[in-house]
């Protein structure tokens, strides 16, 4: 079970998620700029996070598996699932992995982050065509 998800699942995810931030980085973001593109981008975007938290909560769980084993990363899927990134925080903050725990807060950085920029593309979008709308009746 452990090899499915970490030697074949988790690849696949982390290189998807590599290709939809390229993407997001180099197509969606500065199409941005475009104020009739605004929708479409601030959405590719916010829809990207899910991809990133996939990603983020398989680095989690695997995380948690390794360091302290299978029951500690059962006990944080029953933390309605997403407790095994605080988890996985702790596990690697105890035991000295500086690197995977810094890759875990970029990773919520970019959750979050991506989440954020989104919205707020997508909410210029709508305030300016909200304006635009009432000006020109």
């Known amino acids: 079970?452990?090899?499915?998800?970490?030697?074949k699942t988790y690849p696949v995810v982390s290189d998807i998620a590599l290709l939809i931030f390229l993407f997001d980085l180099i197509i969606a973001l500065p199409i941005s700029f475009f104020r009739k593109a605004r929708v479409l981008s601030g959405n590719t975007i916010l829809y990207s996070s899910w991809v990133f938290g996939l990603q983020l909560w398989l680095s989690g769980l695997m995380l948690t598996w390794q360091i302290w084993g299978l029951g500690v990363a059962l006990l944080g899927i029953l933390f309605l699932g997403v407790g095994v990134v605080p988890i996985a925080m702790l596990a690697t903050l105890f035991n000295g992995k500086w690197f995977e725990l810094l890759q875990l807060i970029l990773s919520i950085v970019l959750v979050f982050g991506s989440r954020l920029l989104g919205a707020y593309i997508v909410s210029k979008s709508i305030k300016h065509e909200t304006i635009y709308s009432q000006s020109n009746p």
Request: proline share 0%; net charge negative.
């Open 1 to 7: 079970m452990y090899d499915f998800l970490f030697g």
